[in-house]
């Protein structure tokens, strides 16, 4: 969240928002493409578990 939204981070002092920029670009794709997918098949399984356990 802090390499996707670096403002909200910066206002309550968790990160600055140089070091953010600095970050190395090709990274901060991975993490941030490795986190959405994260949360795209945490969606997916939950849904294929309520249709498994009250559509089936």
């Known amino acids: 969240?802090?390499?996707?939204?670096?403002?909200?981070?910066?206002?309550?002092?968790i990160v600055i928002v140089a070091e953010v920029e600095r970050f190395p670009k090709g990274l901060k794709r991975i993490l941030v493409l490795s986190w959405g997918v994260f949360w795209l098949l945490g969606l997916v399984f939950f849904v294929f578990g309520v249709y498994v356990k009250y559509i089936l």
């Not at 802090?2 to 910066?10: F, H, K, N, Q, V």
């Open 1 to 13: 969240m802090i390499l996707m939204m670096p403002e909200i981070s910066t206002r309550r002092g």
